[in-house]
């Protein structure tokens, strides 16, 4: 087992017009193991090699090969749901042209570093409330329908309709997410008619029939419980099923105040079905269970931008999901990156800590820290992804 990198890696790609020129950087995988060393011929066979495999460079060295930012584009499509949204509520009018080109930019944007798009959206606020728990939801649902062979076409679709599920309503669920504990009763109507809302504008605007259904249709409960019409089981199709389980599950992964649990029990994380009983109680009477354990499974013991606190004190976030390290029968990390010192005071860049190895400089992970976030100071979130700084 190759050591772990001690620099940030960061997603690039390799395109045909690299074929016959020699390697501008470092080429590795997600565990940070050499693939194709800065300076080697890339010939045609090595490219065929190295074409469909997700690859990383140094981020030191990412001025060396054009490289996509996604974290930007995220935010950027943050930025664009929340306005789309706004003038829908002033004049009416939305367009869905402009709604499926954002869905593409989240697809492609997934598709190009998955775990930075994810970990990014955990825990930072690129835009309102609203529109980063819709962005979060849609790359959860992304998983969700490749992982059940959807087309490009189907999974952009799902992706848009996570996007929209709040359509015409999301000032509302800004002002929802302000809340600790039980909601006023003044917001109960609204809340109850906002699926039906949103299906109409979608239907009315042309959207595909799979979208406005699986939206109209993502407060519905597999027992019967749900709204606006208490379907259940099978009459409940199954991308409105998946936008039911990424929809609770973005909730759980983001802060909200006084909406539970707001954090995960480290004796509950010794296996899958363990942690996801802890994360979803009663709710799981309301999911599709095949869906949950195939998201978590997807998703692992620590999702992408899971804090934890370490046994040195300090608090780290989790890049990437782990792959093939096991420590005590677990799927644990290899490497976090610190953020935080032992005294709680940012690091100017974060700073590697290996995990349940061998040796004086080793960490173990003591805690999951997600009821922490609210308290955390801010940070420069895309340089753990090895992406530019997003601080004006």
Same mark, same amino acid.
């Given at each position: 087992?190759?050591?772990?990198?001690?620099?940030?890696?960061? +997603?690039?790609?390799?395109?045909?017009?690299?074929?016959? !020129?020699?390697?501008?950087?470092?080429?590795?995988?997600?565990?940070?193991?050499?693939?194709?060393?800065?300076? +080697?011929?890339?010939?045609?066979?090595?490219?065929?090699?190295?074409?469909?495999?997700?690859? *990383?460079?140094?981020?030191?060295?990412?001025? +060396?090969?054009?490289?996509?930012?996604?974290?930007?584009?995220?935010?950027?499509?943050?930025?664009?749901?929340?306005?789309?949204?706004?003038?829908?509520?002033?004049?009416?009018?939305?367009?869905?042209?402009?709604?499926?080109?954002?869905?593409?930019?989240?697809?492609?944007?997934?598709?190009? @570093?998955?775990?930075?798009?994810?970990?990014?959206?955990?825990?930072?606020?690129?835009?309102?409330?609203?529109?980063?728990?819709?962005?979060?939801?849609?790359? *959860?649902?992304?998983?969700?329908?490749?992982?059940?062979? *959807?087309?490009?076409?189907?999974?952009?679709?799902? !992706?848009?309709?996570?996007?929209?599920?709040?359509?015409?309503?999301?000032?509302?669920?800004?002002?929802?997410?302000?809340?600790?504990?039980?909601?006023? =009763?003044?917001?109960?109507?609204?809340?109850?008619?906002?699926?039906?809302?949103?299906? /109409?504008?979608?239907?009315?605007?042309?959207?595909?029939?799979?979208?406005?259904?699986?939206?109209?249709?993502?407060?519905?409960?597999?027992?019967?419980?749900?709204?606006?019409?208490?379907?259940?089981?099978?009459?409940?199709?199954?991308?409105?099923?998946?936008?039911?389980?990424?929809?609770?599950? %973005?909730?759980?992964?983001?802060?909200?105040?006084?909406?539970?649990?707001?954090?995960?029990?480290?004796?509950? %994380?010794?296996?899958?079905?363990?942690?996801?009983?802890?994360?979803?109680?009663?709710?799981?009477?309301?999911?599709?269970?095949?869906?949950? =354990?195939?998201?978590?499974?997807?998703?692992?013991?620590?999702?992408?931008?899971?804090?934890?606190?370490?046994?040195?004190? /300090?608090?780290?976030?989790?890049?990437?999901?782990?792959?093939?390290?096991?420590?005590?029968?677990?799927?644990?990390?290899?490497?976090?990156?610190?953020?935080? @010192?032992?005294?709680?005071?940012?690091?100017?860049?974060?700073?590697?800590?290996?995990?349940?190895?061998?040796?004086?400089?080793?960490?173990? !992970?003591? %805690?999951?820290?997600?009821? @922490?976030?609210?308290?955390?100071?801010?940070?420069?979130?895309?340089?753990?992804?090895?992406? /530019?700084?997003?601080?004006?």
């Amino acid at each position: 087992m190759s050591e772990p990198t001690t620099f940030v890696l960061r +997603a690039v790609m390799l395109s045909p017009m690299h074929i016959g !020129i020699v390697a501008p950087c470092d080429f590795f995988d997600g565990n940070g193991n050499l693939l194709l060393c800065e300076g +080697a011929l890339i010939s045609e066979n090595i490219h065929k090699k190295l074409y469909n495999r997700r690859l *990383f460079c140094n981020a030191q060295q990412a001025t +060396a090969i054009l490289t996509d930012d996604p974290l930007h584009a995220l935010a950027v499509v943050s930025k664009k749901l929340s306005v789309a949204d706004a003038e829908l509520s002033v004049n009416g009018s939305f367009d869905v042209e402009a709604c499926e080109g954002l869905a593409k930019s989240v697809y492609s944007n997934w598709q190009f @570093d998955p775990d930075a798009c994810i970990g990014f959206m955990r825990v930072a606020s690129p835009g309102t409330p609203s529109a980063c728990q819709a962005i979060l939801a849609a790359l *959860f649902v992304a998983e969700l329908g490749v992982a059940h062979a *959807f087309t490009r076409h189907e999974v952009i679709d799902l !992706i848009g309709s996570a996007l929209t599920m709040n359509l015409g309503s999301m000032a509302l669920h800004d002002k929802m997410a302000e809340f600790a504990g039980i909601l006023p =009763r003044s917001f109960q109507p609204l809340v109850m008619k906002h699926p039906n809302q949103a299906a /109409e504008i979608l239907l009315d605007i042309g959207a595909p029939e799979t979208w406005s259904r699986a939206v109209l249709q993502h407060h519905e409960n597999l027992n019967g419980s749900g709204y606006p019409n208490g379907l259940s089981r099978s009459n409940i199709i199954l991308e409105a099923r998946m936008l039911r389980l990424v929809d609770i599950f %973005a909730a759980r992964q983001r802060v909200r105040r006084g909406r539970g649990p707001l954090h995960w029990s480290m004796s509950r %994380a010794r296996n899958l079905p363990g942690l996801t009983e802890h994360i979803f109680r009663a709710d799981l009477d309301l999911l599709d269970t095949s869906l949950v =354990r195939l998201l978590m499974g997807r998703l692992g013991l620590f999702p992408p931008g899971s804090i934890v606190r370490l046994s040195n004190g /300090e608090m780290a976030i989790v890049s990437r999901r782990a792959r093939d390290f096991v420590h005590a029968g677990t799927r644990t990390p290899r490497e976090v990156w610190s953020f935080l @010192d032992v005294n709680g005071k940012p690091h100017p860049a974060p700073c590697v800590r290996r995990i349940n190895r061998v040796g004086l400089r080793d960490f173990r !992970i003591l %805690a999951y820290a997600q009821d @922490d976030l609210p308290h955390l100071p801010p940070y420069d979130w895309p340089i753990v992804w090895g992406y /530019e700084s997003q601080v004006q």
